[in-house]
């Protein structure tokens, strides 16, 4: 066939259809996404300190192990309050003229997914340590740590943020272990990751593949027992445990231990759901909590639960609250933060 | 009662019945005539007889008039590992070409050494993420290190160093300049030296995979691509045979693809949002299945055959796989990024696409298998088609490995694990990396007339094989695991925790890969110096050959 034998003709029609295919699956979509697609009108563009931070993140190749993609099925729902739209990824450029647009979906969660990182887990404090050295606040993590982000230091100028480093992990540092700006800037754009809200009266799409609820579960609507709670212990891995640790035992001079707590075993119940639901920042030994129940939308059922974990477990033995104790308090807190 | 006296009625009967029988039987044996004697003797010979040993040759003594037994070999010591067929002797190649294909073979084996010493190490921070804490050799900046110095590095210069050989050749021509393939090599070995010490020093590309150098780096390795393609095709112009061989298809093929995803993936002004993930997704499948996957199939279709020494099973089946590759391979990018804010539609186009390479895929292999059929008593006489072989079998099952890998309920159990990281070894290093040894062992001895040593050979194979598997079937397993425990929704942590043994296997696998290496790199340097002693006259012809020299070197003295 005159076709193959022709070297031209072979060629350019390999190309012709290569190049034909191309610009219906990549540069014809990716033109379109890029023209169609604005920031929400919540989006605001990364701070200074944010943007260095970005490259920082960037430079480390963090998006080795972690995601910023909520995709649109129920198991992602752990990591946002809703499927991830281009619209999320719209506000985001070239870096510069020699590096790419960095939108960091990434391929791989080694790590967890960062989307939504700013809302979870916000604290200075918590972030810095873990950059310092991940397994002091995650035992069994395996990210790699940070110390190069860090000074070694005899005095702390007011300016500094050192952290608190338990011995076992100072590796002979014996100074005072400080932030650098870079460390700083890179918790900076950790915090600033958060999903936008979509404006009012948009319905976010839906998770698909949505794990099917037991149907033979009864119904709980008799007067006297308890109703079935969610998993205490879950939630508290899930929301509480990277600081407080899941052994209740908290981090000395960094997070208090829940054992035996006055707080956690008293009876004062709405000092305690505030400090779930708004965080605390009473005691200056240990680092600002932030508010965990309002940033993660803990339902009144979630945190009676994981109050109960925190009442009952590690030697804490104190009664369980009931449901109603727990909305009380939370609808009085939900009426002035309205106001 | 009854049943015991007919029982016994019919024992009596039939002794009675034999006993007639011999007597009728001793009658005649007394009574045989001298023909029935003879008819009985001739065929008691019949059935003893046994060959002399003496029916050819008859008394003569033995005489290989036409030479036909030849390498007779006596086995006087017990063998450890079976002998392998030697390297047949080729007519030699233009010295200049060959110093250029063992420069580029050359390359790549250090590449291979650097890239999975790397990826070696990778593999131990799993395990101890706190063996060291310096930032050139943290995690995230040696990761795109690894597998860029093994694809631009080692696969690439390995697969264009054998190009070298194969496009000339299947042309029937020369090569039209060596010295432009001297300026590909030295740009591309320029770029992955370039790009190494940036992505140390954390300068990237911004997080896309294999797209972590930036464009001035990646330029470098464009521009020296652009070279050589435009000597092959020059080659292939003048080429002496009427039609273009398949293996030039797929090698040009190849050529020209990576140039267009390359361009469009790093052209610096474009790209924001979303486009760059499409981007991302097309870029990153058209690398690995357009520039890897469809010159290492070229390679094939040349070096296949002629170790066989048959013709490929059927030219049509390879004419079929090639535009089936290209038609389907081409809309399966997105398919790294099912469930994401990219268009659904794009999504499917992806899924879709990915089962349509079960054509290509099934019909490269049923053409490879076939060729092997028939001449599968080659493949234990031979050092390198057990490398041929796996690569055929990784092709077949590594590919549908990603086809199975696409689909939407597939992802929700595999996606963002492990699994994808075991696939692309099975891929990259099960295809890629066995065809290209297997090719360079086969032509390596034919430029330089060295062999490297059996045993270190097989060693390698074996380590490679088993290595690989101890690396990518606990990979596959744990991930699946970690799949189903996110989707059952328990801490992430756990699932954390669940893989800390699948990654000990892991590394244990590429501790094993990595010796395999060494070993490779150990016989390559020796197909290039080993020093063997100069035979001493030992068949008919060198004996003969040696007295000549020696009646003429007396003959001059005199």
């Excluded at chain 1, 069994?140 to 940070?146: D, K, V």
């Excluded at chain 1, 009676?304 to 369980?320: F, L, P, Q, V």
């Excluded at chain 2, 694809?151 to 697969?159: Q, R």
Aim: proline letters at 5%; one cysteine or more; glycine letters at 8%.
């Amino acid at each position: 066939m005159e076709l193959f034998n022709n070297h031209k003709k072979l060629f350019w029609a390999a190309l012709g259809l290569f190049v034909f295919l191309t610009l219906f699956v990549a540069l014809i979509p990716a033109t379109k996404n890029q023209e169609q697609n604005a920031p929400l009108p919540g989006y605001k563009p990364l701070s200074e300190s944010a943007i260095r931070g970005k490259n920082s993140f960037i430079a480390n190749g963090c998006v080795a192990c972690h995601t910023q993609q909520v995709r649109n099925v129920d198991m992602d729902k752990i990591w946002g309050d809703r499927p991830g739209i281009a619209a999320d990824y719209a506000g985001i450029e070239r870096t510069d003229f020699w590096r790419n647009t960095a939108t960091l979906m990434g391929t791989e969660r080694t790590g967890p997914d960062l989307t939504n990182v700013g809302k979870r887990q916000p604290s200075l404090a918590w972030n810095l340590l873990h950059l310092y050295q991940p397994r002091v606040v995650v035992p069994t993590s395996i990210m790699p740590a940070y110390p190069w982000l860090f000074h070694e230091k005899t005095e702390v100028d007011s300016t500094d943020v050192e952290i608190n480093v338990p011995q076992e992990f100072r590796k002979g540092q014996t100074g005072k272990i400080v932030a650098s700006q870079e460390a700083l800037d890179l918790v900076a754009y950790l915090q600033s990751l958060k999903q936008v809200e979509l404006p009012t009266g948009q319905p976010a799409d839906d998770f698909l593949y949505k794990k099917e609820t037991n149907p033979s579960t009864p119904q709980n609507n008799t007067g006297g027992i308890l109703p079935d709670l969610p998993n205490g212990e879950l939630l508290y891995n899930n929301n509480c445990a990277s600081c407080h640790q899941a052994n209740g035992g908290g981090l000395k001079g960094a997070f208090p231990s829940l054992k035996g707590s006055p707080i956690v075993l008293g009876d004062d119940i709405e000092l305690f759901v505030n400090i779930i639901m708004l965080g605390y920042d009473a005691r200056p030994e240990y680092a600002v909590m932030n508010a965990v129940g309002m940033n993660n939308n803990l339902s009144p059922e979630e945190v009676t639960a994981i109050m109960n974990h925190e009442r009952t477990s590690w030697g804490n033995d104190a009664k369980k609250v009931s449901v109603e104790e727990v909305k009380k308090v939370m609808d009085f807190i939900k009426l002035t933060a309205e106001k | 009662m009854a049943l015991l006296v007919v029982a016994r009625a019919k024992k009596t009967l039939k002794w009675f019945s034999w006993r007639k029988e011999l007597n009728a039987f001793n009658e005649h044996l007394a009574n045989l005539t001298q023909e029935e004697i003879i008819a009985l003797e001739k065929r008691k010979a019949q059935l003893e007889y046994e060959l002399s040993g003496e029916e050819l040759a008859g008394k003569l003594a033995i005489n290989d008039e036409r030479g036909i037994i030849s390498e007779v070999s006596i086995a006087d010591e017990l063998r450890f590992v079976s002998q392998k067929k030697k390297s047949q002797p080729r007519p030699l190649v233009e010295p200049k070409l060959t110093k250029l294909i063992l420069w580029f073979l050359g390359s790549a084996t250090f590449w291979l050494l650097f890239g999975t010493t790397v990826g070696e190490y990778l593999g131990i921070k799993f395990v101890a993420p706190d063996v060291d804490h310096v930032s050139w050799l943290s995690f995230g900046r040696l990761r795109p290190v690894h597998t860029n110095s093994v694809f631009w590095g080692w696969a690439s210069l390995a697969m264009l160093g054998l190009a070298y050989y194969v496009v000339p050749r299947v042309s029937n021509v020369a090569i039209t300049s060596i010295r432009k393939g001297y300026q590909t090599l030295v740009l591309i070995n320029a770029s992955v030296v370039i790009g190494t010490i940036c992505l140390m020093a954390g300068i990237n590309n911004g997080g896309g995979e294999y797209r972590e150098y930036i464009w001035p780096v990646m330029a470098l390795f464009g521009i020296g691509v652009i070279i050589t393609i435009s000597n092959f095709i020059k080659t292939i112009a003048k080429r002496t045979t009427k039609e273009i061989y398949v293996s030039n298809w797929y090698i040009i093929a190849a050529m020209m693809f990576v140039l267009v995803i390359a361009f469009i993936a790093y052209w610096p002004t474009w790209q924001n949002g979303l486009g760059e993930t499409i981007i991302q997704g097309y870029y990153m499948h058209q690398g690995v299945g357009m520039w890897f996957m469809l010159f290492s199939l070229g390679l094939m279709y040349y070096f296949l055959p002629q170790q066989l020494n048959k013709p490929i099973y059927s030219y049509s089946l390879g004419i079929l796989a090639f535009w089936a590759q290209i038609l389907f391979y081409t809309l399966i990018g997105t398919h790294h990024f099912i469930f994401s804010a990219i268009p659904w539609w794009l999504q499917t186009v992806a899924i879709v696409g990915s089962a349509g390479m079960i054509i290509p895929v099934v019909a490269g292999t049923t053409n490879f298998l076939l060729t092997f059929k028939g001449a599968w008593n080659k493949l234990k006489d031979s050092y390198t088609l057990p490398f041929y072989l796996i690569g055929i079998i990784f092709y077949f099952t590594g590919s549908l490995q990603g086809t199975a890998e696409a689909f939407r309920f597939t992802n929700l159990v595999w996606h963002f694990t492990d699994f994808t990281v075991a696939h692309s070894h099975l891929t990259m290093y099960g295809i890629i990396s066995f065809m290209l040894w297997g090719f360079i062992y086969t032509i390596v001895p034919r430029l330089t007339g060295k062999e490297a040593p059996q045993i270190t050979i097989g060693a390698h194979f074996w380590l490679a094989l088993i290595g690989l598997m101890f690396y990518t079937i606990p990979l596959m397993y744990g991930s699946t695991m970690r799949g189903l425990m996110w989707m059952s929704g328990v801490p992430f942590i756990e699932s954390v925790e669940l893989m800390k043994p699948y990654w000990l296997w892991r590394a244990i696998g590429g501790s094993l890969m990595w010796i395999s290496h060494l070993l490779f790199a150990y016989n390559f340097y020796l197909m290039l110096t080993r020093k063997s002693l100069p035979r001493i006259p030992k068949t008919a012809i060198e004996v003969l050959a040696a007295r000549k020299v020696l009646i003429e070197e007396q003959s001059k003295q005199q």
